[in-house]
């Protein structure tokens, strides 16, 4: 009898950490809190830091801006941040530049890491980048024991590329620190309002649904689903 109560004491607590904590849509702000983290499907995000700058000065992207959303695709989930970052030599904004940092740890591992915009228009010199560094299997900025990947996407006068990719073999941790910087240049304006990461998982096994309800809705497993479809514009 104590078995059983102890059993379904495990079960309930597994079920109540497994259903807490969702990734909110929300402002950006409300995820810089010492110690925040939040759970989207299997994978849990954390250390969130933030810094927005510009030339001249004041006209920064503040994280309050900045709306984030869930992505939760199963076995490719991520975050989804939007804001109105445009700059133009007619508007007397030469730049504006956004640090993002954060982490992702999954019960699933991790095989892939996809970085893209949207919303996206230039002029003249006018130009949009994200350079993004990612640690897989350890943490930024040392990525000590890890492995550094990158990613770029990009729109200027010389071509443009919305989406890019890398594919890793499984790791259950991902560091990540990423930098939109949008530029007037000389003569001209440029403008982004949505960035994206998704961090797909490697095939696995679905749980017999007995098996499902003692992990408390636990693990989705990522085999058997089609992978996410981006429509960039």
Request: proline share 4%; net charge negative; charged share 10%.
């Amino acid at each position: 009898m104590r078995k059983v109560a102890l059993l379904l004491a495990v079960v309930l607590a597994t079920a109540a950490f497994a259903l807490a904590d969702n990734c909110p849509s929300t402002t950006f702000d409300q995820y810089l809190g010492s110690g925040y983290s939040c759970t989207i499907n299997d994978q849990t995000y954390q250390d969130f830091a933030y810094t927005g700058t510009s030339n001249p000065p004041g006209f920064q992207i503040g994280a309050g801006s900045i709306g984030v959303a869930p992505i939760t695709t199963p076995g490719n989930p991520g975050l989804q941040w939007s804001a109105g970052w445009g700059v133009g030599t007619g508007l007397g904004i030469l730049s504006q530049d956004s640090l993002f940092q954060f982490a992702v740890s999954s019960t699933n591992p991790m095989t892939d890491l996809s970085l893209s915009i949207a919303g996206v228009g230039f002029t003249g010199t006018g130009s949009v980048n994200v350079d993004e560094t990612a640690c897989l299997g350890a943490m930024l900025p040392s990525c000590t024991g890890g492995t550094i990947v990158s990613l770029s996407v990009f729109a200027n006068s010389q071509g443009q590329q919305l989406f890019d990719q890398v594919n890793f073999a499984g790791v259950n941790l991902i560091s990540v620190s990423k930098d939109l910087l949008v530029q007037s240049g000389s003569n001209g304006s440029a403008e982004v309002s949505v960035v994206t990461d998704q961090f797909s998982e490697g095939s696995g096994t679905v749980p017999e649904p007995g098996t499902f309800g003692m992990l408390g809705a636990g693990v989705l497993a990522a085999a058997g689903f089609a992978r996410r479809k981006f429509n960039l514009f």
